[in-house]
């Protein structure tokens, strides 16, 4: 099941610079996009998220842009810190299938002090 | 900060055992889930639970799984007889209402089946 796809494993940037992390997906019923941080041995944490009415969603150093031509979206984190370091997932849910979330891969961000 | 909480956090079991894994939900949300996750492999959805009932269930949920809400309080999810391969992390998650898209997760339980 290739629905939601995160093509990065993992990503290493400088603290202070903008970190990107990327997500794919397929279904176009999709029409609400989450993403969500998991450090090891805990649960995921919801970060952020965007409606497919909207491009664009910022909540303090996290916005998330959707481009529903191209099915992508997108969290840059800027500026980038050291407790920022953790995996990060994208997930996606359709309102007519229960908003059960479909999850990406994750990608794994590091950020060196 | 109101958050779900699941217990235990580590279950380790015999192959053909039944388990039983706890959840308390956020107390005023009326969603709950259950996802698990194998080690290496993405967050897979099983079930979500509304008004008493299965709402929405995934291939991976059959006859072995079931949830319940007993008391009003917990959820739960049972495995009647575990296999191998149902070792993995279970979350549970909660959201308010169906206007509300935003999940809230446990920190899991890892479940090993020997």
């Known amino acids: 099941d290739q629905q939601v796809k995160q093509n990065s494993p993992s990503l290493s940037v400088q603290e202070g610079r903008i970190s990107i992390l990327n997500c794919d997906y397929t279904n176009s019923m999709f029409d609400y996009f989450l993403w969500y941080k998991k450090y090891p041995a805990e649960g995921p944490t919801f970060l952020i998220s965007?409606?497919?009415?909207?491009d664009k969603n910022e909540d303090g150093r996290f916005t998330v842009f959707l481009n529903k031509s191209a099915k992508h979206l997108s969290l840059h984190i800027v500026p980038s810190q050291p407790g920022d370091s953790a995996v990060y997932f994208c997930?996606?849910?359709?309102?007519?299938?229960?908003?059960?979330?479909?999850f990406g891969g994750g990608t794994r961000l590091m950020v060196k002090p | 900060e109101p958050e779900v909480t699941q217990t235990p956090s580590h279950q380790v079991t015999q192959m053909g055992q039944e388990v039983i894994l706890r959840c308390v939900p956020i107390s005023n949300h009326l969603y709950f889930y259950w996802y698990r996750q194998i080690l290496g492999q993405k967050v897979e959805f099983l079930v979500s639970f509304y008004n008493n009932e299965i709402s929405e269930k995934s291939e991976i949920f059959d006859d072995q799984f079931s949830v319940e809400r007993p008391d009003g309080s917990n959820f739960t999810l049972k495995i009647r007889s575990t296999k191998l391969e149902d070792s993995a992390m279970y979350f549970c998650?909660?959201?308010?209402?169906?206007?509300?898209?935003?999940?809230?997760f446990g920190p899991g339980t890892r479940l090993t089946v020997l």
């Open positions: 998650a909660s959201k308010g209402t169906s206007v509300d898209n935003e999940q809230f």
């Open positions: 997930a996606a849910s359709a309102r007519n299938a229960g908003n059960m979330l479909t």
């Open positions: 965007i409606s497919s009415i909207k």
